[in-house]
């Protein structure tokens, strides 16, 4: 529980209000952990937030965290700047289930600030760690100004099929305009041989799911990750409970077949 204090060494702005955070610690060995799993990072004075780890595992000892300023810790961490102190406490919670992926087509699909957690998993394919027989990216976002990553994104296509779209888009834009279900509907899926892992808002990952179930995606091969507001991040509070889960031990990253129940009630 007790926070070990890290230091800013790398700030970028990805749009105004977003960012991500690049993390050392002189004294802490480095951390280990996987795609999916999260910190607690603590505004010295003001509180704590659950953030996902947004980049490679282990990298040079770094930890990254993409952040959107949101309330009252989001925007004290919005003001940290290059050699500022913050406390870290993690990592919690159960990430995407890579084990299970061997062979099979991986879909990554993601909206707004949903790619930060799966941006590990998109690291590897990038990097051929990955045992998918292929990974497709699905990413949709607001409007082109609000890309996470875009100076990446270029780099992934080389690699990985990427497929994006906007809400909001203007003739310069290449990709669809509308809904992220829609390129997901027209794609040719291979169902009974496909894994899923969603991160966006609820409402996008419903739409989602429901295409890729059309699609013969079996339940079990769904996997999204969940957000509540969240304290203690070790199953004792109870702030971030979800049905008989919690959101902090039992995920953030959960199967479809496991919590369909409450997934279906709109607002538990
Ligand atoms: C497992 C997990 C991983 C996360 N990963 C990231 C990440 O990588 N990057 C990132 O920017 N954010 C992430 N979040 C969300 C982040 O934790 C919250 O946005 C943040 O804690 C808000 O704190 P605040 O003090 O800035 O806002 P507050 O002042 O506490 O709240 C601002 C508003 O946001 C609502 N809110 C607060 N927390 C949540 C939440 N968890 N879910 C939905 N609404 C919430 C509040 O009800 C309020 O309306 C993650 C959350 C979880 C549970």
């Not at 990413?139 to 082109?144: I, Q």
Request: aromatic fraction near 10%.
């Amino acid at each position: 529980m007790i926070p070990e204090v890290y230091k800013v060494i790398h700030r970028q702005e990805e749009y105004p209000g977003t960012f991500t955070l690049h993390l050392e610690s002189p004294a802490s060995p480095p951390m280990v952990y996987g795609p999916g799993q999260f910190n607690m990072l603590y505004a010295f004075g003001t509180g704590e937030s659950a953030i996902s780890f947004s980049g490679l595992e282990v990298e040079e000892g770094l930890l990254v965290h993409t952040i959107r300023a949101q309330g009252t810790v989001t925007r004290a961490l919005e003001r940290l700047k290059k050699g500022d102190s913050l406390g870290v406490r993690g990592p919690f919670g159960r990430g995407w289930p890579l084990q299970g992926i061997e062979g099979k087509e991986l879909l990554l699909i993601a909206g707004g600030l949903g790619l930060a957690p799966l941006r590990p998993v998109v690291y590897r394919a990038w990097q051929g760690k990955l045992k998918a027989s292929r990974a497709r990216l699905f990413y949709g976002a607001r409007r082109p100004t609000e890309l996470l990553y875009g100076d990446e994104i270029p780099h992934w296509i080389a690699k990985l099929d990427v497929v994006m779209s906007v809400d909001h888009g203007d003739n310069a834009w290449p990709g669809h305009i509308g809904v992220i279900t829609d390129p997901l509907q027209a794609s040719d899926i291979d169902g009974a041989n496909t894994v899923a892992f969603l991160c966006g808002p609820e409402i996008m990952m419903r739409f989602c799911i429901q295409v890729l179930l059309r699609k013969g995606v079996p339940e079990s091969a769904i996997y999204l990750s969940m957000e509540r507001n969240m304290k203690c991040a070790i199953g004792l509070c109870g702030h971030c409970q979800w049905g008989p889960n919690f959101i902090c031990k039992d995920g953030p990253v959960f199967c479809y077949q496991d919590i369909r129940a409450w997934f279906q009630i709109h607002g538990l």
